[in-house]
């Protein structure tokens, strides 16, 4: 009885392992998932030109098996990295197909911020009338502090890049005290830099250094290495303007060390020559 009983045990046991081998296989989804996550954190480590890879490859697997919330998210996805590469009709591409998609899978608030996307990257690529278009296809009144935040530092930046307005200041100096009180430490950052480029455009190199330093104490706690690529190349030439080479040397050796695989390290001399197109 003993021997039949484990006879009939390692039977089950094989019946179970063997009877329906497609019950443990990941959703048809999945393998876009598993190239949608390597990509993020490529594009974290400033690796954004293999994340660009990986999230075509996401988006790919997205539209094969038609899923079109996925779709939109990669073409979102896709747009940022171009965006961070300074790839702005690429970008604007990316984000005004991705509207387009959240539009139709009724995803209202993922199509509101793929629009304001859509809009800083025309607004970049010099082409404001598009660029207000898109933010008015956008903007709403934030029912949210996120959504508030997010389109005062849009709306701040059209301002500056249409006519180098100091209205912008008002716009990012209340987007960076909302991203700090919601421990966005990315969009502080950004607000910084916007800030003090505003002020050394005006001649304030003192304050655009403190806000330097600032972004820099922001940037500690993203871990962006892009982040902080861009905070020190701004600090060698806002240092440079202001009469400290020797501190604007020190960045710029800083900025070579850390320049994520990505990016490319602008000419030394175009840094330190203290052109006002710089702070655009």
Known sequence: MKALWLSTMLIAAFAFSCANPLKNKPPYWYDGYVYGTRAYELFVEGKIATALEFYRRALSRAKSH????QVALYEFNIGRSFYELGKYDSATACFCEAHRYFILSKKDNEARQAAGYAALSLSAGRNQDSAFTWYRKGVITPRKTEEKTFWLMVHGHLIW???????ALAYFNEANELYVKQHSW???VQMCL????????YGDFDEACRLISQALIYGDKTG???DR???LLTAVTVYACNGDKPKAEWFFDRARQCIPDSLTLPPRDSLFGCNKKLFD
């Open 161 to 167: 890049a249409r006519d180098h307005s100091k209205e």
């Open 229 to 231: 690529f861009r905070v």
């Open 194 to 201: 916007a800030q003090s480029r505003v002020y050394a455009y």
């Open 186 to 188: 990315h969009g502080a």
């Open 224 to 226: 962006l290495r892009f």
């Open 66 to 69: 038609d899923i079109p919330e």
